[in-house]
C-alpha cells in the first residue's frame, strides 16, 4: 500500500473510475464507429503509469488467495484457476482494474472496505 500511495499520491485529483482506470494503463481500448450499436472493445491500452499497471496485476493475483470474499474475485474465480492462460490474463487484469478503482474509492471516503467484501488486518 505504501508504494501505490507513493505512485498515486493525490487520489482526490480522479474525478471518475475511469480516469482511474486509465492511470494505471488498465482501461480497454476501443474499435467504434458512428453507430453505438457498433462499439468494440479491446485489449488494454497500456498507455498509463507500468509501475501501476504491474502493481495492480501483482495485487489482484495476491487476492485470489488472500481475498477470495472479494467481489470481482468470486465473479471470475472459476476462470482465474481454470486452465486457459490467456483467459487468465484478461480475468486478472479485469481483476485489478476494478481493484485499482475500489482503492480509489476506499480512499477518497465513498466506500467502506466492509462494503467491498475485504477483511482489512492490521
Known amino acids: 500500500m505504501a508504494q501505490m500511495d507513493r505512485e498515486i499520491f493525490d487520489y482526490n485529483r480522479f474525478k471518475n473510475r475511469h480516469s482511474v482506470g486509465c492511470f494505471g494503463g488498465l482501461c480497454p481500448s476501443e474499435h467504434s464507429t458512428g453507430d453505438p450499436s457498433k462499439q468494440r472493445l479491446g485489449s488494454i491500452t497500456k498507455v498509463g503509469h ?70 482489512m488486518c492490521n
Open 50 to 119: 507500468p509501475r501501476i499497471r504491474v502493481l495492480f496485476v501483482e495485487m489482484a493475483w495476491r487476492m485470489v488467495q488472500f481475498q477470495p470474499d472479494y467481489k470481482p474475485i468470486k465473479r471470475w474465480y472459476p476462470v482465474l484457476t481454470g486452465t486457459n492462460k490467456a483467459l487468465k490474463r484478461k480475468a486478472i487484469v479485469a481483476v485489478a482494474r476494478q481493484l485499482l478503482v475500489d482503492i480509489w474509492r476506499l480512499r477518497t471516503g465513498r466506500i467502506t472496505a466492509q462494503e467491498l467484501g475485504l477483511v
